[in-house]
């Protein structure tokens, strides 16, 4: 077990990864045995994060845009375009439910037989207290979310059976535009006011959240979008992975007017170490200082206060900068935070007890 200098182990729950896209990438029956048993591949699998102290996250459903299928293991978002000092990379085109809705059943059977087969280490929590109850036993501890609501029908048909198959979350656009709502392009430098804001079926979308207590998730929406959220969810705000914009003008990140909402509304931003919405120059390099993301907390922490930040890695979504490219490096990142002045209480709310109490406020 790796251990940061001569401290306890710290316990992670982090708000956002794609490791059951990565699995579902590999086409197979028993792609689970894959998470179970560690395939070291990519950047999670429950051997590693046990071993890291990644003890629960959200885990995305993502669907993949039809044309750029299931070979290409890449969201369509063009790392190479990503190294230029500015960019705005096109949206594929909005896919309607019956396509997405048999690929997210797919995610959804996926991390069923992980937890099936997990003998008691993994579980798809369905409750705030659940989910208190599943980390402190060291389980690890999965809150289901949709990244994009593109398998939701625009008469909600649906929606009970995904709740009733553990859906906690919803992400109602994964930027790619969904009968809901509008996401940001990737644009840097660029204001995350892109476009329009939730459509009707998305400010139904909401009102379902609020009826259901399902998290809404903002990371990715356009900032008209956001402020739709705002008035019309009675939840706190929260945004899974996403930086401050003040930092990093990247369309993906958060405006201080967006901040200033979150914290109005005691709700949660999670950090993201994907290059490109970290850096200042908003370049996607692998070759990128993680002090670049102590950075980022200390902003958030600042502006935010104590309560309101955590983790939102995007591993298994995103290209990691080079010393952090897999979950075992976690408690590097840590140790840095820990030797710049995050003291032990701060670093236990970073790591996972903001994250819990936010859930807990929500999942009830
Ligand atoms: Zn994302």
């Not at 190294?83 to 439910?97: Q, T």
């Not at 009707?200 to 979008?225: A, F, P, R, T």
């Not at 990247?250 to 850096?279: C, S, W, Y």
């Not at 993301?293 to 995007?314: A, N, P, R």
């Amino acid at each position: 077990m790796l251990v940061c200098k001569g401290m306890q182990q710290l316990k992670i729950f982090d708000g956002h990864n794609d490791v059951l896209f990565r699995l579902y990438l590999k086409n197979k029956k028993n792609a689970y045995l894959d998470f179970i048993q560690g395939d070291n591949e990519g950047h999670l699998d429950l051997p590693r994060m046990k071993q890291s102290g990644f003890q629960g996250g959200f885990f995305a459903i993502y669907v993949p845009s039809p044309e750029v299928g299931v070979v290409d293991s890449d969201k369509p978002v063009k790392y190479d375009e990503m190294e230029k000092d500015e960019y705005s990379l096109p949206l594929p085109e909005l896919i309607g439910a019956d396509i997405a809705l048999p690929v997210v059943i797919r995610k959804i059977s996926l991390l069923s037989e992980i937890e099936k087969n997990s003998q008691g280490q993994v579980k798809v929590c369905l409750t705030g207290e659940d989910l208190e109850n599943s980390f402190k036993h060291n389980v690890l501890s999965i809150i289901m979310h949709i990244e994009g609501a593109e398998c939701i029908d625009e008469n909600f048909y649906n929606l009970e059976a995904l709740y009733r198959s553990g859906l906690r979350s919803i992400g109602p656009v994964w930027s790619r535009p969904t009968i809901f709502g509008e996401g940001v392009p990737f644009a840097f430098p660029q204001s995350p006011d892109t476009g329009g804001g939730l459509t009707d079926h998305g400010i139904e979308l909401i009102k379902h959240c609020n009826n259901l207590n399902l998290i809404v998730d903002n990371s990715h929406l356009n900032e008209k979008g956001f402020w739709d959220i705002a008035k019309y969810s009675h939840h706190p705000l929260v945004a899974t992975h996403s930086n401050s914009h003040t930092l990093c003008p990247h369309t993906r990140n958060l405006t201080n007017r967006q901040l200033d909402a979150i914290k109005e509304t005691q709700g949660m931003v999670g950090v993201n170490f994907a290059p490109a919405f970290l850096r200042q120059d908003g370049k996607m390099l692998a070759d990128t200082n993680i002090q670049i993301i102590v950075d980022h907390f200390k902003y958030l922490v600042d502006y935010l206060g104590e309560d309101h930040v955590g983790f939102g890695s995007d591993f298994d979504g995103a290209m990691m900068p080079k010393d952090l490219n897999c979950v075992t490096e976690m408690p590097k990142l840590i140790e840095l935070m820990q030797n710049q002045g995050f003291d032990l209480s701060l670093m236990n709310k970073i790591c996972h007890q903001n994250w819990l109490s936010l859930i807990k406020k929500i999942l009830k």
